[in-house]
């Protein structure tokens, strides 16, 4: 079988490994990323709405996967988001040349300091706060929609009723910067441009105005010359070389999910950043089978971010509800972070349906003082995560205690539409850790027992960060990237 050699090989292209690539790449080196999900642009293919899903909407399923109202079969295909179900747990995960990017909702939050300190305690702070996160968000093309717009746009009803809401309830918000461009949707509003947010776009791709990674890092990346990008090419498993090098097997498919090809890649130089449950597989599945060595903890301070996701019905039932428009970019939030009983955000998330639902759905970010776990099990060959009602407990007690004071003020019910019980505990949109900056990986992010092979992307965050995490995420791997050339590891 022939061997396809490369210098620096990164698997993933979300944020760890677009970041890495274009520093890299700016350093002079050779980089070549493989990516499991379609390259979509090249593609030509669109991106379809929450209204009409089609060819983005799910990675290979019969079914659309969206959190909820799943009435809509599909064919299956490689699209651009995927659903990952364990136990008690199940995470939602981009597909494609962008990864996470394509199919997120833009929030780009920059953690409070406070809490940065708690959970990365061997950082230099004020460095991360005067340059790496500046940096990532000048990169990421951060942006915050204008305060007129935002009051006076119909689609934006779901926003200005969730804080008038919150503040009658005796909560503070905050306004939530985002990666789309505001400008753009501006146009959209007057009908100057086509619509992308304002026509139920994102989770399965927004044809327009989100800048996704392939438009900032990988963009630049590719404009170097020294990047090549490989969709459809899924790796299978690494092994370790004795001369400290890595073969991989990978399998290049079709967008129908079938193999078309086998191939065996070679490099001297391995990246993973084939975000948080795609590095823990490859990690664990490569030792399983061929012995690759693996420490321990690896597995080990696994989270879902404090996500918790709840809604409330019967939300101004006689003035139109939320709105039957509703942009698909949230911009507002609850701070409840400081109360020391329930400390929680809490994204005011938009529900474009089509229809007045009178409905308000919440996604809670909370504190994970309780991490989970994540294994493989060699008999199903699939992972497995010690997560259960003990891990969300707290997250529980702070949304039944946020329901009940939004209803308390301004009326409206638990809700049992969305929810069962009200309350979503297995809706995972940020799974971090298990591969700990630190513990499983030197400060840099090499993985310990290893002398060329670096894990960069949210694995190495301890299951927490208080925010939407992929300006973190960029932070920690500008911060790792710089200081691994530094040190000549790429030589
Ligand atoms: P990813 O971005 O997940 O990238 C990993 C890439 O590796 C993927 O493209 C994947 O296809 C590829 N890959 C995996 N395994 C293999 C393999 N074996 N071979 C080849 N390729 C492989 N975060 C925010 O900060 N703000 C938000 O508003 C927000 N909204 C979200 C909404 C949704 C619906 C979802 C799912 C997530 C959201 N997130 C949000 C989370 C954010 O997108 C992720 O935290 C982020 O993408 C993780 O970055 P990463 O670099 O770790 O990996």
Known sequence: QEIVDAPIIIVGSGYGGAVSALRLCEAGKKVLILEMGLNWEKSGIPFSNLLKPGKSAAWLKKKTIAPFMNLFSLQPFTGALDRLDFEHINIWVGRGVGGGSIVNGGMAVTPKESYFKE??????????????????RKELK??????????DCPYYKFTRVGEEEAHKAGFKTIRVPNVYDFNYMEKEFKN??????????????NNHGKNSLDKTYLKKALDTGNLEILDLHCVDSIQMN??????????????????IAEKVFHCKKLILSAGTMGTLYLLMKSNAKNGFPLEK????????NGNFMTGRNWVRPLSGGTGVQQSTIPVGGVDNWDDKEHPFFAEIAPLPMGMDVATALYLLINRVDKKGKVSYNTATQKLTIDWNENHTEKMRANADYFIKKMNRANGGTRSHFLFKNGFGPNICYHPLGGCVLGEATNPYGKLNNHENLFVLDGSLIPGTIGVNPFVTIVAITEYCIENLIRQNEFA
């Open 297 to 304: 903890n690896v597995g080990e301070n696994w989270g879902n």
């Open 119 to 136: 959970i990365f305690p061997q950082l230099d702070a004020e460095k991360f706060y005067n340059f790496y996160f500046p940096l990532a």
């Open 242 to 259: 004795e001369d400290k090098s890595y073969t991989l097997q990978v399998n290049q498919i079709n967008t129908s999910g079938e193999t």
């Open 192 to 205: 100057e441009v086509p619509r992308s947010a304002l026509n139920t776009e994102v989770i399965y791709g």
């Open 142 to 151: 951060v942006n915050v929609i204008n305060e007129q717009f935002l009051h």
